[in-house]
């Protein structure tokens, strides 16, 4: 029951609910997603209320092991994003997630 959201369809609920034109409501999202990009790409923490914040973190250097072969293998230090949700996501995840699990139940009876 995965579902991913795109571009399209945030563009349309732009659409639908703010009223611009399909193409203003197009930009409009790409112009924010570009935005959120360009800050994490200069290493910039990008806060959402009531949603969470996106920041960059430096991972260092390490071994790891090929699964495979057992062999030692280097990993080199890099960046990677990490995303924080607010509580107020956390809160309506799990509102949801319960009222599915209410559902399931009833419909289980």
């Not at 563009?11 to 193409?23: A, I, T």
């Not at 250097?61 to 293998?73: A, D, F, H, I, L």
Request: glycine share 8%; aromatic share 4%.
């Amino acid at each position: 029951m995965t579902r991913t959201v795109t571009r399209a369809q945030l563009s349309e609920s732009v659409y639908q609910e703010v009223g611009l034109s399909r193409n203003e409501s197009a930009d409009l999202v790409e112009s924010v997603l570009q935005e959120v990009s360009d800050c994490l790409a200069r290493g910039e923490t990008v806060k959402l209320s009531s949603f969470g914040s996106f920041s960059v973190r430096q991972k260092g250097g390490r071994m790891g092991r090929n699964p495979k072969t057992g062999e030692e293998v280097p990993i080199k230090p890099r960046r990677v994003l990490v995303f924080r949700p607010s509580h107020v996501l956390k809160e309506r995840i799990n509102k949801a997630m319960s009222a599915m699990r209410a559902q399931a139940g009833e419909a289980a009876d």
